[in-house]
Structures are given as C-alpha cells and as structure tokens.
C-alpha cells in the first residue's frame, strides 16, 4: 500500500498518458451529465463526478467496430481477408467499483470460456486500469446487494482510496507496482488498512440514507428464477411494460450481446462489423425461414433477467449477472429496470 496527497492524484493519470490512450469520468460543461471518455488532459477527468451514464464497457467492447475487410476476387475465385484489430495500449483511470466488476463478467465471457474472443483480447491485453472506491453511495446504487461494491476486491492494476487529505493507493499487479515505484509513492504504514475498512464499512451505512432510489435484495428472487417458479402472468405484466427499446441493455456493465454485418464498399471490399445487439430487440432471436422463438415480448423479459439473475449463470460467471449500477432503472420508459422487476417478482413470492 502507497500513499500519494489528494491534489497530486492526477500525477498518476499523466503519467499513464505517457504511455497510454487514458479514458476517465468527464463532466459534459454543457449538461452536467458524466461520461467515461477519451481524454487529451488529465485535468479533464473528475475524481468526485457521480457514477457516469454509459459505462466504461465501450473501451474494450466498442458499440460499432469494424473488426476485418475483405475482398474476393471472381475471376481469381480470391479471397483476400485482413483481421483488424485494436492494438492501442488503453487506461482507464476513475472507474468505480461495480464497472470494474462488470469488465471482469465480460473478462469472464469472451475470454474464460471455451472459445476465446481474439478481437476482445487486443482490447484487453494492453490495458491498465485504475479504480477508484466509492467511499459514499449515489443515489442510484445498490451493489451491496450485488457483491460488486463500494470497495474493490480483484481486477485492477492500482486501486485508491480518499481517506482524508491522502489517497490510498493498492498495487493489484505486477504494472502497478512498477508504476508506484517509478512515481516514488511513499509506503503506507498498516493503521492505513484499518482504515480503508472503516471507510469501507461507513459507506456501506450510508446506503440505508443515500441510495434511496433503488433496493434489489436478490436471493430469493434467484432461487425463483433458476427454478422456473414464477407465474406466468408476472412476466406478462413485465413484458407489457416494455418497449423494446434495447436502452436497458446498452447502458448495462455486463451485457455482450452482438451482432455482425457486412457492409459493402465502393471499391469493391466489404467491411465486417461487430455492434451491440439487444435481447429486447424482437428481431434478435429471429431464425432462418422467419421463425422466432421467443417472438412475445414477456418471454425475451424472461430470458434477460434469467442472464442477470439465475443460478446457471452466477455459476458461469462466479457471480450474478447484475453489478447494482442501477443505471436500466435510469433509462427504462416503462419503470421495469432490475430493482423493479425484482420487486415485482418478490411480491409475488410473497402475496
């Protein structure tokens, strides 16, 4: 553990920019609303700005990517295929804690499963992350109730803490510590860590005061959902809520759905895109000779919360499919966000 003064946090992020196309949270001047984005200048990023609006997913998991062209020649009967991928050294610096665990769900994904996601893993291989502990709650929050908050355990290079006048600053690997060492941080003594965990257990107090918009307490709804016991007319009143308008799915830290299209170009190459696809979507389920089975809007409902909150998929994953963000409450026109759709399901449980 290392210490670096409050004011002097920045140094870090210049120095990653050094070395690294540096992303942070940006606080539109126009709005006020906070993006996680592609900056020229450290100064730009703001440590204390709120939970931002799209998460930082789309660093390494961008919406639209063009990831190989081609070209086929007819009278050679040639193709020629060229593989693009994204070999830019990336940090992120300022990601909060529940974001952080949703890249480790989709680290968990495209890369820890039987197949790997080669153009994913370009993204990744030469990123450095640095997160940033919630020591207070947004109003939005509930990832107590989701294990991925407001402290974090495991996916980053460096961690810090605002404890006082001090930030704490957690090396997590091997590039974190290099990095603390090249900015000749100072050792933090052990009285540190006793107090990051009270910091860590004061902001967990505060969500009961603060984070009063959203209340998720998903452990019986789980069971629910994994066993199927959950009456048909709850997920018809959810589906009719729904306008299949896939912002849920957009703004959410761990979904990975795609799809892929070939768009021609006037020079005689075609380009293959990889974009963000949405389960809410009523085409995206859709099957050769138009057959669609999931085409009634309750029971593509049924498969997302299935993907956020069942045992199969925890166990895929070592984790629920959910982070606590609460950000699907923030864009959802028909009021059927996680903490909603959970609160639907428990009242039935309960009568």
Not at 71 to 79: I, P, T, V
Not at 133 to 162: H, R, W
Not at 197 to 217: G, Q
Request: with cysteine; net charge neutral.
């Amino acid at each position: 553990m290392y210490l670096i003064e409050k004011e002097n946090v920045m140094k870090i992020a210049e120095e990653l920019a050094k070395n690294y196309e540096l992303f942070g949270p940006v606080v539109d001047k126009g709005t006020g609303q906070v993006f996680f984005d592609r900056v020229n200048d450290s100064s730009e990023i703001s440590l204390s700005a709120e939970i931002p609006a799209i998460p930082p997913k789309h660093v390494v998991f961008p919406q639209i990517e063009r990831i190989m062209k081609y070209k086929y020649d007819r009278s050679a009967k040639k193709a020629e295929i060229e593989a693009i991928l994204d070999n830019r050294s990336k940090a992120i610096f300022g990601i909060r804690p529940c974001d952080l665990t949703g890249l480790i769900v989709l680290d968990r994904f495209f890369l820890g499963q039987e197949f790997v996601d080669e153009i994913y893993r370009e993204h990744r291989k030469r990123m450095f992350i640095v997160s940033q502990n919630c020591i207070a709650p947004f109003k939005q929050c509930f990832c107590v109730c989701t294990d991925s908050g407001p402290f974090a355990d495991e996916g980053y290079d460096l961690n810090l803490t605002l404890l006082g006048d001090y930030y704490l600053v957690e090396a997590g690997s091997d590039k974190g510590k290099e990095l603390v060492q090249r900015l000749g941080l100072k050792s933090a003594d052990p009285s540190y860590a006793e107090m990051k965990k009270k910091a860590n257990d004061k902001s967990i107090s505060l969500f009961e005061s603060i984070a009063t918009d959203n209340k998720a307490w998903i452990s019986r709804v789980m069971n629910r959902i994994t066993t199927g016991f959950i009456k048909e007319d709850v997920w018809e009143y959810i589906g009719k809520q729904c306008f299949e308008c896939g912002a849920c799915t957009f703004v959410c830290p761990t979904c990975s759905c795609f799809n892929v299209e070939d768009h021609n170009r006037f020079d005689g190459t075609t380009d293959r895109l990889r974009t963000w696809d949405s389960c809410s979507f009523e085409g995206y389920t859709k099957m050769a000779g138009d057959h669609n089975p999931r085409h009634p809007v309750e029971d593509r409902r049924n498969k997302r919360f299935f993907c956020k909150l069942s045992y199969s998929q925890s166990k895929k994953y070592l984790r629920p499919g959910c982070v606590g963000c609460g950000r699907c409450q923030w864009v959802c026109p028909g009021d059927i966000g996680l903490p909603n759709v959970v609160t639907y399901i428990r009242r039935e449980i309960t009568e």
